[in-house]
């Protein structure tokens, strides 16, 4: 074979080789092209130019629009489903509050009354102040425009039962009627059920801490009592508060069940001293089993 003969069989080896690798590139490109299609269609609901032969099995369903796919929320994602939480059952109430620094808590009981409990959510509004308010059923049904003005105002409102009974001396069923009453005028009003509860006279038992708790409510009492039911004088009810003053202390006080002026009053003269001292007046937090 000569020399021209062997570059002339080379040439046409090389010239086959290179239209096999066209040939293997060309199809890739097509499938990629057929995909990229497909994807195409998917994302914008419009048909690829050229559409390939269906394969072998079930026909695709047709594809959604963008749009749809806003439109429904994705499933698998985000945080796991949890169990509900359960209030534990306690066999005493909480008198303190945890939290950091000197934090104080504020509460009124047996309200709300229209003559004294606006002007002390006034007062709370001043020194942009949040506290609790244990609430009576009997009182709340009257006056629901006030326990909405505290849902807006950001305070916390807890059961103090329908009528302000003594519950050591009734029985569960009563027990759970007085609460239950009670925990559906708020939820009206306030917006969500309550989520603490107060015995009246601080008379705790066993069946209402169940009871309480199956209702999902919290027990909590207090830690310094400014008796000011008794009408003692502003001063007194004010020495009471600064004297008690602690981190952790709950402070009980009224807006309601006689004549409260003298509450009204002390609460202006003791809220401004409290936050001048570094007292952080604030509300609960929950705890769940």
Sequence with gaps: MTKDQLLTRLSSKAAAVLTRRRALLAGAAAAGAAGTAGVFAALTGQDPVHPALPAAGPPARRAV???????????GYGPPQTAPRKTLVRHEPLLKVSGRGRTMVLTFDDGPD?????HILDTLAEYDVRAMFFVCGEMAVDNQDLLARMADEGHVVGNHTWSHPLLTRLTRSRIRS????TSD???DAYGERPAWFRAPYGAWN???FQLGADLGMEPLAWTVDTLDWTTPGTRRIVGRVENGAAPGVVVLSHDAGGDRSQSVRALRDYLPHLIDSGYHITVPRRQYA
């Design 65 to 75: 629009k963008s749009s749809a796919y806003r439109l429904q929320p994705l499933t």
């Design 185 to 187: 005028v708020i939820e």
């Design 206 to 208: 066993r069946a209402a």
């Design 178 to 181: 007085e609460m239950e009453r």
């Design 114 to 118: 229209p003559r004294y409990t606006p």
